[in-house]
T-cell receptor, first 117, second 111 residues
Framework: GAVVSQHPSWVICKSGTSVKIECRSL??????MFWYRQFPKQSLMLMAT?????????EQGVEKDKFLINHASLTLSTLTVTSAHPEDSSFYIC?????????????FGSGTRLTVV | GNSVTQMEGPVTLSEEAFLTINCTYT??????LFWYVQYPGEGLQLLLK?????DKGSNKGFEATYRKETTSFHLEKGSVQVSDSAVYFC??????????FGDGTTLTVKP
């Protein structure tokens, strides 16, 4: 149980275009989802916290207009990188927390490698 | 704020050697502690966890004990294999759901 699916696993896009990444909880309801970014050979940095039905909370230094987060249902959160540029190239990973705290262990998606050319 | 300090790498060992990767943390409240493993090109996999002081997490021969007195959660394995080569992340998690990660330690096991 507690499976998080992330799609796509990799994407290449042109500068100036937008890319949407999906994060789904497959077998539990995720009231909260978290989006992390990992630069090459570095650790994961929390970008934003997404609560179902409300606006995401962004960490300091993260541009909310560039990284749009939508958590419209208890099983789906999306991250849209708008007007992507090469510096947005990174590995993006989501995690999800269950409604009854049964997922205190924070299940992570498999990640999305974004390359902007 | 919360922070995790992890032993710097890279670490290179011969097969069947003993592994220790040190991890210490700073946190308010009573966090849970985790070790994650990341294989090349892949996402994070939870390796083991401990949710309270003195708990020992274990999986696939790896162990770590939640030491509140030393604020540590060191990862150990008695005999590593080539297939254990990966990046290992120590992390703490709060009840709010956020995770704070260490910088990661790259382990290479040579045959």
């Amino acid at each position: 149980g507690a499976v998080v699916s992330q799609h796509p696993s990799w994407v290449i896009c042109k500068s100036g275009t937008s890319v949407k990444i999906e994060c789904r909880s497959l077998d539990f309801q995720a009231t909260t989802m978290f989006w992390y970014r990992q630069f090459p050979k570095q650790s994961l940095m929390l970008m934003a916290t997404s609560n179902e039905g409300s606006k995401a909370t962004y960490e300091q230094g993260v541009e909310k207009d560039k990284f749009l987060i939508n958590h419209a249902s208890l099983t789906l959160s999306t991250l849209t990188v708008t007007s992507a540029h090469p510096e947005d190239s990174s590995f993006y990973i989501c995690s999800a927390r269950g409604s009854q705290n049964q997922n205190y262990g924070y299940t992570f998606g498999s990640g999305t490698r974004l390359t902007v050319v | 704020g919360n922070s995790v300090t992890q032993m710097e790498g890279p670490v290179t060992l011969s097969e069947e050697a003993f592994l220790t990767i040190n991890c210490t943390y700073t946190a308010t409240g009573y966090p849970s502690l985790f070790w994650y493993v990341q294989y090349p090109g892949e996402g994070l996999q939870l390796l083991l966890k401990a949710t309270k002081a003195d708990d020992k997490g274990s999986n696939k021969g790896f162990e770590a004990t939640y030491r509140k007195e030393t604020t540590s959660f060191h990862l150990e394995k008695g005999s590593v294999q080539v297939s254990d080569s990966a990046v290992y992340f120590c992390a703490l998690g709060t009840n709010a759901g956020k995770s704070t990660f260490g910088d990661g330690t790259t382990l290479t096991v040579k045959p």
